[in-house]
């Protein structure tokens, strides 16, 4: 009796999550599947590391310090739009998307591809916004669990998202002066 009950379940599950993914849709083929799976690995990933730092003993700060967020935000910004831009790390992300064409001073512009469930993947390690979600998780961990490392890495990564600043200002006043 309770596998008819579970079978019939199952289908108006099934049907509702089809109707939603159509409706949402509008036409447009969304990996919702795709998405679902990569939150909940993220909220795999998130909890992991709280296990660890739990299991570690380390205490939790009443707040982050304003010095460690500017720092965290320009590690993090500086490492997302290392690992889903770069030419450097395009090995990477080649089995998830397909090169497009230069965006940027040493960046690529890639897309997704959409075969193999891959579509997904494809749009996180392309996207920095969605990167620098998992790297801010990643640095946040680090921070409790190894500070003084976690910080000297992300000065690097600070100084390296100034530097990149510089050569981009110094490239727009050259422009400037030269009148291109």
Same mark, same amino acid.
């Given at each position: 009796m309770s596998t008819a009950a579970d079978n019939r379940l199952?289908?108006?599950?099934?049907?509702f999550l089809r109707s939603t993914?159509?409706?949402?849709s509008a036409g447009a083929e969304r990996p919702l599947g795709g998405y679902l799976t990569a939150m909940a690995?993220?909220?795999a990933y998130t909890a992991a590391w709280a296990t660890v730092v739990r299991l570690r003993g380390?205490?939790?700060?009443d707040r982050p310090a304003p010095s460690d967020i500017v720092l965290t935000s320009l590690a993090a910004f500086r490492l997302s739009r290392l690992l889903s831009k770069a030419s450097v790390t395009s090995p990477l992300r080649a089995p998830?998307?397909?090169?497009?064409?230069?965006?940027?001073?040493?960046?690529?512009?890639?897309?997704?591809?959409a075969e193999g469930g891959k579509d997904t993947v494809g749009e996180? *390690?392309? $996207?920095?916004? $969605? *990167?620098?979600?998992?790297?801010?998780?990643?640095?946040?961990?680090?921070?409790?669990?190894?500070?003084?490392a976690t910080r000297t890495a992300m000065g690097g990564l600070a100084a390296l998202a100034g530097a990149d600043a510089l050569q981009l200002a110094y490239a727009a006043l050259v422009d400037k002066t030269q009148g291109e």
């Open positions: 199952s289908r108006r599950l099934h049907g993914k159509k409706d949402y690995g993220f909220g380390r205490p939790l700060p998830f998307t397909r090169y497009v064409g230069p965006q940027g001073p040493a960046e690529l512009h890639e897309e997704a591809r996180l *390690m392309t $996207c920095p916004f $969605c *990167m620098s979600v998992w790297v801010v998780s990643t640095l946040t961990a680090g921070q409790l669990l190894w500070p003084r």
